[in-house]
């Protein structure tokens, strides 16, 4: 079973739901009282970039929200990411691709190394993404329509009891660890809950419809979120955990999907399925913002693992296409072999293959980041989503496939 867009958008706009360790922080310096746990210090240093002064600016923007760890390079937030930068916490998990399948309520396991599935774990109903949690020991899959998010331990791979919440489509986790942001589409909330229990902390209203992917500012102190079904984008304060900003995207028709912020902070990309391209907008003045064309579906956003090239899956033409971070220009495309639907997933832990979900194929791409060439097109369930290539560098999770810092 296939959907198209525009179906896709009458379908999940119109269906009524039934409602039926946080860790010690990296540096003593945090001050706040928690469970103690192993530390998320990655197996190699990662100093400031050589011969950059740190402004005022940048010094403030490290500081971060209360309880975050320390940003490691002011510079390029994704420091923590490097090739074999692993933390001490997944040391031993074996590398696995989780791959949600929508239509058939189970989650594919595939064996990077051989390309082959190992497993085949039955969850929820409508499965949409594979999440890491904040202390990197839980994959939480985010079963929408089962109103549910099923356990996944990484180390054995077995999936847990699944743990009642509603309409959680998409899930993230704030910078400090404190909580986790249910992205309540349907419900039209931002659902702030603990994150380790999953108990309801607090509930966020927002005016617009289909929230569903967002990322954190480089201090914490916000994030931005983005509404597919009303072409909107919101700016939430973390602390006060309420939106405090929101605009409308110019042009109309606008589909907006993933969200990434580049290496330096300072500038914010959101995917956008009907405009075909990525917006390019300052976060922190919130102007608006202009679009840059990539190809037909734009929908995930991908940072290598040198920091310096965006992936732009684009969904509805079967291609990648190649933003060069530091210059904020296109560089190139790759075009997957007889077509495809690109959608969401992530880097190997080393950054050479690209793993994306291929949505109304039924299937799963591993794409060289070397040239672009398909390496592999692995079978999956029906309607694959939101996969997540576990475990991946980095000190602790954001949620989505894995956005990690």
């Given amino acids: 079973m296939t959907l198209n867009r525009q179906a896709e958008r009458r379908a999940r706009s119109t269906i009524r739901v039934m409602r039926p360790v946080w860790v010690a922080m ?33 010094k ?18 994704y420091a923590a990411d490097r090739p074999g930068l692993l933390s001490k916490v ?35 109903r409508e499965p949409q993404h594979v999440v890491p949690s904040w202390d990197l020991k ?17 180390s054995t791979g077995h999936a847990g009891k699944r743990v009642a919440v509603e309409d959680p489509y998409n899930l993230y986790f ?27 902390v607090k509930s966020a209203p927002v005016a617009c419809a289909g929230v569903n992917h967002a ?48 290496p330096d902070g300072r500038t914010w990309y959101i995917a956008d399925m009907t405009r075909d391209g990525v917006w390019v907008l300052d976060g922190d003045r919130f102007t608006a913002p202009h679009l840059l064309p990539t190809g037909k579906g734009a929908h995930g956003l991908y940072v290598s693992r040198d920091s310096r090239t965006l992936f732009i899956s684009n969904r509805g033409e079967g291609t990648i296409s190649l933003l060069d971070l530091p210059s904020g220009r296109l560089r190139g495309k790759w075009r997957l072999p007889g077509g495809g639907s690109p959608d969401m997933g992530g880097l190997s832990a080393d950054g050479k293959v690209l793993w ?14 070397s040239d672009g060439h398909l390496i592999k ?22 949620g989505h496939t894995g956005v990690f810092r």
């Avoid at 945090?30 to 002064?53: E, F, I, N």
């Avoid at 990322?215 to 009303?230: H, K, L, P, Q, T």
């Avoid at 994306?356 to 980041?369: D, E, F, Q």
């Fill in 90 to 124: 997944v040391t031993g998990f074996p590398a696995r691709i989780y791959v949600p399948n929508l239509r058939s309520n189970t989650v594919t396991v595939i064996d990077p190394a051989t390309y082959r599935v190992v497993d085949t774990l039955p969850v929820g």
């Fill in 174 to 200: 704030t910078p400090d660890g404190r909580y986790a942001v249910v992205m309540a589409s349907n419900l039209k909330r931002l659902d702030f809950r603990d994150a380790h229990s999953m108990a309801l």
């Fill in 138 to 154: 839980t994959l939480w899959v985010n079963n929408d329509l089962g109103n549910s998010l099923t356990p996944i331990d990484p």
């Fill in 356 to 369: 994306l979900s291929g949505r109304y194929h039924n299937t799963v791409y591993a794409i060289a980041t």
């Fill in 215 to 262: 990322d954190f500012s480089a201090d914490g102190r916000y994030f931005i979120v983005s509404c597919e079904f009303s072409g909107d984008l919101l700016k939430v304060d973390t602390a006060r955990m309420r939106v405090i900003a929101r605009q409308k995207l110019p042009g109309g028709r606008s589909m907006p999907q993933d969200v990434k912020v580049s």
């Fill in 377 to 398: 097109k692995i079978p999956v369930g029906i309607e694959p989503h939101g996969l997540c290539v576990y475990p991946q560098p980095g000190r602790y999770s954001l």
């Fill in 60 to 77: 403030s923007r490290a500081a971060g929200l209360p309880g975050m760890p320390t940003v490691l390079d002011p510079n390029d937030i």
């Fill in 26 to 58: 990296l540096l003593a310096a945090a001050g706040l009282a928690g469970c103690s746990g192993p530390s998320h210090a990655p197996t190699r240093a990662h100093s400031p970039s050589p011969g950059v002064a740190q402004t005022t600016d940048q």
